[in-house]
């Protein structure tokens, strides 16, 4: 099970009660409903946009430790190829 972040939106009343219905119908949570209808739209909008490499890794951005030039400074490139 991954780890559950909490999030907070203003939804309709009408839409409240909907979403109460159905999760009673089921015998499931509220939050079940709602991460169910948000992860079916994620399906089907994620067919259509791409993902970058940054959105797959930019938790990982700001993880390591090393020089801040890394990138830019010919030093750091001296023994590469060899």
């Known amino acids: 099970m991954f780890p ?9 009343e009408k839409l409240d009660v909907e979403i109460e219905a159905l999760a009673r119908h089921r015998r499931v949570t ?13 399906r ?3 067919k259509k946009v791409r993902l970058r490499a940054f959105d797959l890794a930019k938790s990982l951005c700001g993880s390591l430790h090393g020089p801040r030039d890394l ?10 190829g060899d």
């Open 30 to 42: 509220k939050s079940a409903i709602v991460r169910e209808a948000i992860e079916e739209r994620l």
């Open 4 to 12: 559950m972040i909490t999030i907070t939106c203003k939804i309709p």
């Open 71 to 80: 990138s830019t400074n010919p030093k750091y490139l001296e023994r590469l």
């Open 44 to 46: 089907r909008v994620s």
